[in-house]
Every structure is written in C-alpha cells, then in structure tokens.
T-cell receptor
Framework: DARVTQTPRHKVTEMGQEVTMRCQPI?????VFWYRQTMMQGLELLAY????????DSGMPKDRFSAEMPDATLATLKIQPSEPRDSAVYFC???????????FGSGTQLSVL | AQSVAQPEDQVNVAEGNPLTVKCTYS??????LFWYVQYPNRGLQFLLK??????LVKGSYGFEAEFNKSQTSFHLKKPSALVSDSALYFC???????????FGSGTRLLVRP
C-alpha cells in the first residue's frame, strides 16, 4: 500500500536550533506540497514542487525556512533558526499533476521550546 | 482569491442518525471541491471530490456531498452515522487551473453511541 512517509514523527528542540523534516513521496508522484497545521491558522500551504522544481514557496518565512527536493524520492523542509512560533504539525503531501487527489503523510509534530 | 468557510467547529450526532457537515466556498472560475478526513495523529485522507457533472458526489465510507452552485455550498452528508466516523473533516477548494488547494478550518464530528 503506497504511502507518503515523513520523518521524524515528533521533534522537540530548543529555540535557535536547526530542524530538518523529511518526506518520501509516493513513487511516481510528481507534485509535492508542504503544509503546516496549527490550531490558530489551520492548514497553511508552505511550498509546492512539481517535477522537483519549487514553483511556490510564498507561504514560507523566507528568512528561516527552506524547502528542497534533492531527488524525486526526497523532499526536505528546513528551519534555521527555529522559534517557538514554529511549533506545529508539518505535513507533506504528494500527487500526480493533473490528478486532483493528494496523499498526505502522517506529519511531523514539531515543538520548539 | 479562494476561500472556504466551515461554519461549525463541531457537529454532534447520534449513531444511526443522518449527518451533515457544512461548507461554503468562494472562488473565481470553476471550483474544484474536496472533502478530506483526519483521524487523530494521522494525515488527511481524501474522501471525495467534485469537478464537474452530477451535483451529488459519492465518496469513501458511505459519504456523499452535494454541490450547489447558487448557494456556493458543498455540504458533506451521510445517511447513517457510525461512531467510527468521529474525526476532523476538512473542506477544500481550488480553481480549475490552479494547483493551490485551500482548506477550511475544519469541523470536528462527534458521533455518540
């Protein structure tokens, strides 16, 4: 059963530390999305990739967040330096361009102390 | 701009009774509409979508949704609720030509035995 895999599932870190979250999209999918979920803001789109190219990162704080796809099997979201307000659940989702259904990973729950 | 409103934070229903979770949307152009469900500590799972055609769309787990263009609504329904349907439900919208999927704030469904 194909699934999107995210690591780590949980991360607790101190303010100022670097955080890297990883996502393995479903094999063959060519679109990857990063979403952040908080109680206050709900689900926010952070970044969008198609065929490994970043097409939209307007939802990310540019000074501290970065997203990359080093290859088709790995997407990364990095926060440096992390701040307490970054505490949230970060979801990766993948899909096929032209198909409307997204498949979500189980998320990375980030706590920045 | 696209937006989605889910006016109810929580919906309570007794097992066996019909359920409705409300959603209204705003989008320029043709809307693509979705419902996703989130169980505790899990990512979102696709339930159903409306793109074109019949206004009544059937999806997973016995759920269906009705597209109403004049009222710009896309309410989720199920004829007979199960306790296992208890979860967080998200309505989402995108423009037909866009990749950007905008989620509502979510509605918690609680089905009591």
């Amino acid at each position: 059963d194909a699934r999107v895999t995210q690591t780590p599932r949980h991360k607790v870190t101190e303010m100022g530390q670097e955080v890297t979250m990883r996502c393995q999209p479903i094999l063959g999918h060519n679109t990857v999305f990063w979403y952040r979920q908080t109680m206050m803001q709900g689900l926010e789109l952070l970044a969008y990739f198609r065929n490994r190219a970043p097409l939209d990162d307007s939802g990310m704080p540019k000074d501290r967040f970065s997203a990359e796809m080093p290859d088709a099997t790995l997407a990364t979201l990095k926060i440096q330096p992390s701040e307490p307000r970054d505490s949230a659940v970060y979801f990766c989702a993948s899909g096929l361009s032209g198909r409307e259904k997204l498949f979500f990973g189980s998320g990375t729950q980030l706590s920045v102390l | 701009a696209q937006s989605v409103a889910q006016p109810e934070d929580q919906v309570n229903v007794a097992e066996g009774n019909p359920l409705t979770v409300k959603c209204t949307y705003s989008v320029s152009g043709n809307p693509y509409l979705f419902w996703y469900v989130q169980y505790p500590n899990r990512g979102l799972q696709f339930l159903l979508k409306y793109i074109t055609g019949d206004n009544l769309v059937k999806g997973s787990y016995g759920f269906e949704a009705e597209f109403n263009k004049s009222q710009t609504s896309f309410h989720l329904k199920k004829p007979s609720a199960l306790v296992s349907d208890s979860a967080l439900y998200f309505c989402a919208v995108k423009r037909d030509s866009s990749y950007k999927l905008i989620f509502g704030s979510g509605t918690r469904l609680l089905v009591r035995p």
